[in-house]
């Protein structure tokens, strides 16, 4: 792997088995290129959970979605039923960044989202990509401050804008990657 990080596989192996005792029960995460009806109803399930109705996708924006180039989504289960998903594909405004599009997980503090947004960053990194990019609200309805969680996790603040929301970005060293990675994924 580029700069000591290590390979994807390993990464998700760790992560399945440090969430599976988070969760005391089986977690598996799997990463997908596309989206099938199968992975497009799971994203909505959760989605109608976790988002109030203006943030929630329809399944044609998803499969839109599905066929950017560089789509990768990853999906975590336990015990088979889906919990929480990550997807994004590449920025169509800056060659070499990866844009993360969307991120929602049914069980919260227990280090499902930050577990994701490692893996994503060890994926990117691993593909070449030098950045990720994301646009989030400041606040969410429950009174979270979604800022502050993404800078915790390494992001910075690029722009913010009430109507457009908030831009962020993180760039893709090896120290930040083997950061995040060592921090929310764990030792290999």
Not at 41 to 59: C, D, M, T, V
Not at 169 to 178: D, G, I, K, Q, S
Request: with cysteine; net charge negative; charged share 30%.
């Amino acid at each position: 792997m580029p700069g000591g990080v290590s390979s994807f596989e390993d990464a998700v192996e760790t992560a399945q088995r440090k969430l599976s005792l988070a969760l005391e029960g089986p977690c598996e995460i799997s990463l997908h290129n596309g989206l099938d009806e199968g992975l497009i109803g799971a994203i909505e399930a959760i989605e109608r959970e976790k988002f109030r109705e203006e943030l929630q996708y329809g399944s044609d924006e998803l499969a839109s979605r599905g066929r950017m180039e560089g789509f990768m989504c990853l999906l975590v289960r336990l015990d088979g039923e889906p919990i929480a998903y990550d997807f994004g594909y590449n920025d169509d405004e800056e060659e070499g960044a990866f844009f993360s599009d969307s991120s929602a997980t049914l069980i919260e503090r227990r280090g499902i989202g930050s577990t994701l947004t490692a893996l994503e960053a060890v994926y990117c990194y691993g593909s070449g990509y030098r950045a990720v990019k994301m646009t989030t609200e400041e606040e969410d309805e429950a009174g979270r401050l979604l800022r502050n969680f993404w800078e915790r996790l390494g992001f910075r603040t690029v722009s913010s804008d009430p109507a457009e929301g908030t831009e962020m970005r993180l760039e893709l060293t090896r120290r930040a990657v083997r950061g995040l990675s060592d921090k929310y994924i764990g030792p290999f």
